[in-house]
Nanobody
Framework: QVQLVESGGGLVQAGGSLRLSCAASGRTFNHMGWFRQAPRKEREFVARIVWSGGATYYGNSVKGRFTISKDNAKNAVSLQMNSLKLEDTAVYYC???????????????WGQGTQVTVSS
């Protein structure tokens, strides 16, 4: 059965770093990515990676600070978050899609989420 499991969330001071991981089981995907949702806000796109070719895409609010990468052997993705800001506080969700090519039509699978809290 398909399952996405996130790990690495926690409490960090502003300016610090965290690394999130997402392990997929049950099948492989051509797209994996990260979204986040802060209290009383809409879910926001953070980053995604295309497995075939490794192209990466980022939301404007995290460009230059976050980096998404993949581990082919472990069928997993990571999100390295640097220079964290208070505004980065949110529940971070791993997502996956089997869509071919570079365009994602829909994110079919989601993890349970992991809390990231940035404090001053």
């Amino acid at each position: 059965q398909v399952q996405l499991v996130e790990s690495g969330g926690g409490l960090v001071q502003a300016g610090g770093s965290l690394r999130l991981s997402c392990a997929a089981s049950g099948r492989t995907f051509n797209h994996m990515g990260w979204f986040r949702q802060a209290p009383r806000k809409e879910r926001e796109f953070v980053a995604r990676i295309v497995w075939s070719g490794g192209a990466t895409y980022y939301g404007n609010s995290v460009k230059g600070r976050f980096t998404i990468s993949k581990d082919n052997a472990k069928n997993a993705v990571s999100l390295q978050m640097n220079s964290l800001k208070l505004e980065d506080t949110a529940v971070y969700y791993c997502a996956a899609s089997p869509d071919v090519g570079v365009v994602v039509r829909g994110w079919n699978y989601w993890g349970q989420g992991t809390q990231v809290t940035v404090s001053s």
